[in-house]
Antibody, heavy 122, light 110 residues
Framework: QVQMVQSGGEVKKTGASVKVSCKAS????????ITWVRQAPGQGLEWLGW????????YYAQNFKGRVTMTADTTTNTVTMELGSLRSDDTAVYFC???????????????WGQGTLVTVSS | QSALTQPASVSGSPGQAITIACTGT?????????VSWYQHHPGKAPKLIIY???SRPSGVSNRFSGSKSDSTASLTISGLQSEDEADYYC??????????FGGGTKLTVL
């Protein structure tokens, strides 16, 4: 069965960077892209970006351009999201999710990771 | 890119039908047929219930249906059940080649 397993929670200082990984299993990894979505405490869902695992092409939300980097490792079936210049309002649960259709860019996501809490404090 | 607009909360009694609206612009919902809806129980991962405006993934109840008119998409849940109580989010592809979510709607089953 399809599973997306994320790395554990992180506590970071303001200005630092954080890496969150997402290991996929149960399907052909290169066929589907991966998105990252976050939810700050008491807030809604926010889209950070997308990576095409097939060709490594990335699309980032304007709010995060220059601060976020997404990479895919087809040898370990893992996608990693790095967010830099952390601020206190980056404190959130970060989710990875698989694209539904397997296109170069998917706007719908069917299998989600369990979420990773990133806490940023000074 | 501003978030899509959803009502903060809706409620209904078991067996009733409710509709959640999601308003965007001509640069997202109004232009593309790539609207999705997610059901999110707090502490769990979101669940895709509608994609491409009105399509249901395999295994999703046909009590959930989606539609779109101009720049407003809608999710209708018929035959409300207690387990439908959750947060619901719409999302849309945008002309910036990004995805934007709505602010979320809390559904209470009375």
């Amino acid at each position: 069965q399809v599973q997306m397993v994320q790395s554990g929670g992180e506590v970071k200082k303001t200005g630092a960077s954080v890496k969150v990984s997402c290991k996929a299993s149960g399907y052909t990894f290169r066929t589907y892209g991966i998105t990252w979505v976050r939810q700050a405490p008491g807030q809604g869902l926010e889209w950070l970006g997308w990576i095409s695992v097939y060709n490594g092409k990335t699309y980032y939300a304007q709010n995060f351009k220059g601060r976020v980097t997404m990479t895919a490792d087809t040898t370990t079936n893992t996608v990693t999201m790095e967010l830099g210049s952390l601020r206190s309002d980056d404190t959130a649960v970060y989710f990875c999710a698989r694209g539904y259709s397997g296109y170069d860019f998917d706007a719908s996501y069917d299998y989600w990771g369990q979420g990773t809490l990133v806490t940023v404090s000074s | 890119q501003s978030a899509l607009t959803q009502p903060a909360s809706v409620s209904g009694s078991p067996g009733q039908a409710i509709t959640i609206a999601c308003t965007g612009t001509s640069g997202d919902i109004g232009f593309y047929k790539y609207v999705s809806w997610y059901q999110h129980h707090p502490g769990k991962a979101p669940k895709l219930i509608i994609y491409d405006v009105d399509s249901r993934p395999s295994g999703v109840s046909n009590r959930f249906s989606g539609s779109k008119s101009d720049s407003t998409a809608s999710l209708t849940i018929s035959g409300l059940q207690s387990e439908d109580e959750a947060d619901y989010y719409c999302s849309s592809y945008t002309r910036m080649s990004t995805v934007v979510f709505g602010g979320g709607t809390k559904l209470t089953v009375l």
